[in-house]
DNA sequence: ACCTGAACACCGTTCAAGT
DNA sequence: ACCTGAACACCGTTCAAGT
């Protein structure tokens, strides 16, 4: 049954994230997936068409969960809102899927790590990118196109990084980190409300 | 002779950085590190007990060029420095070493994936954080020790992702994201200069 | 249809034998 | 002293044979 099979392969995911979290990327063999499930590799091998294909869905599913929260935020009046309480929306729904993945860890090491996971997490990049700037837009940002997605990108990465730092810190600690990145995202995006940047295309110099 | 093993040494590591940098992490194997220098596997190992003992060797250079980098900025003087003026110099030593690095991106990818390697990125982080907490001092800041460590790594983690980011972007784009990050890091250090804050010691609570 | 596990290719590492 | 490359262990993947 079809059922069954994606029973199966729903397992095979579970089980994978655990090991993932308990013994790292570079000891997750395909051998211990199967042994772990009671099943042979060769067996693992009928519900994906390898190893890395079980990290791409696993991968998957993260950057799935990370693009439901921005689409929570963009629902929220962000026409009426201060830079603060967007701020504030915005990692408050981040935290969340940050905190919830199980391994978050060695699953970033293996999307930077492993090419085709790379790609999908570039793909995922672009998309929040775009979230981004639409946000950006409906909260009044006065700068070109390719100055938002480039603001976009930055802070992308800063809430990534620090949001990982979170997960491995405690009570005060975490709340304050928190904070801090508070006032790191809003630097940034007050910056730019400000200027209203008169230097729209002189992205074009480069190749 | 002793002069005859170093340069080899030094050729190894120096092919490898080129390797990492062309081919990536996943496809550098032992064997192409020796065919590339015209020698057989084997004699690579007289020279280096094993794979990761090369990445070892190169992470080590790298971090040991970074914190020359922070020597040069403590040896400024601080006490008559605006943040403003100390994120500058900051900034300035940090983005050349993170700019000169062959391959900063497969290098730190493997800090991150093999233990080994994250175990020396754990050190020198802590050693960039006491750097880091020292000049907080000489800046007058007035936050609990605790803290100064904690904003330290959180500034170390943003100027880490951040200048990677920077590498991989020219011209007005990078300027710009530099700014950025300039902003970012003023945001978190002012917060701390303003707030003499009164709660040094709620750090307690968690194990 | 789903499963098995021996077999194969590949890579890190070793070591007996060479100069 | 330094080098060689066949040999070994291990892991991802395949496939002929089973139920």
């Given at each position: 049954?079809?059922?069954?099979a994606?029973?199966?392969?729903r397992?095979?995911l579970e089980?994978t994230a655990r090991l993932?979290?308990k013994v790292?990327?570079?000891?997750l063999?395909?051998?211990?997936i199967?042994k772990?499930?009671?099943i042979?590799?060769?067996?693992l091998?009928h ?6 294909a079980?990290?791409y869905?696993?991968?998957?599913d993260w950057l799935?969960s ?9 629902e ?5 809102c201060t830079?603060d309480?967007f701020?504030?929306v ?12 199980e ?5 970033v090491?293996a ?9 999908i997490?570039?793909?995922?990049d672009?998309l929040?990118?775009?979230y981004?700037?639409?946000m950006?837009?409906r909260l ?9 997605s480039r603001?976009?990108r930055?802070m992308?990465e800063?809430?990534?990084t620090?949001?990982?730092?979170i997960?491995?810190?405690?009570g005060?600690r ?5 904070e801090d990145l508070?006032?790191?995202l809003?630097?940034?995006m007050?910056?730019?409300?400000a200027d ?6 002189d992205d074009i110099?480069?190749p």
């Open positions: 049954m079809q059922a069954r994606r029973e199966r392969a397992q095979i089980v993932l979290d790292g990327l570079d000891d063999t395909t051998i211990l199967a772990e499930l009671g042979s590799v060769g067996s091998y519900y994906f068409p390898n190893k890395h079980i990290l869905a696993l991968a998957e799935a990370m693009t439901a929260a921005l689409e929570e935020v963009s929220s009046a962000l026409e009426e830079l309480e701020v504030e915005l990692l408050d729904k981040l935290a969340k899927v940050y905190q919830e993945q391994g978050v860890l060695p699953l090491q999307m930077w790590g492993i090419p085709e996971l790379s790609e997490d570039e793909r995922h672009q929040v990118i775009t981004l700037c639409k950006f837009e009044g940002f006065a700068c070109p196109p390719n100055e938002k603001i976009a930055l992308l800063t809430m990534h620090v949001l990982v730092t997960t491995q810190q405690q005060h975490a709340r304050r980190t928190r508070h006032r790191m809003l630097a940034v007050d910056a730019r409300r209203a940047a008169p230097d729209g295309l110099e480069a």
